[in-house]
């Protein structure tokens, strides 16, 4: 049996996240200079393909990702305010 983790890199704009995912992962996301570049372009293959293995359907597999998309954006909507009242 096999388990999926799921991992959020979190981190200031320009501070090596994308290299590290590249790094880890072996894909070769683009790179920008500017915040948020990679932050809808960095699919974790290898989790998506577990699920739709396991599931057998797209379906399924769409609201994973719809899901946990969603809930990375609260959680980036919810990091980014707590940092603007901390600076």
């Known amino acids: 049996m096999s388990a ?10 320009n501070s090596g996240k994308s290299t590290l995912f590249n790094a ?3 894909l070769r996301q683009h790179v920008g200079n500017w915040p948020g570049k990679t932050a809808f372009n960095m699919p974790c293959v290898v989790a998506l393909a577990a699920t739709y293995q396991e599931t057998h359907s797209a379906k399924w597999t769409g609201r994973i990702v719809l899901y946990y998309t969603a809930v990375s ?10 940092g603007m009242l901390i600076w």
Request: glycine share 8%.
């Open 73 to 82: 954006l609260l959680l980036a909507f919810i990091a980014y305010h707590i």
């Open 24 to 26: 880890l992962t072996g």
């Open 4 to 13: 999926a983790a799921t991992i959020a890199l979190l981190g200031q704009p």
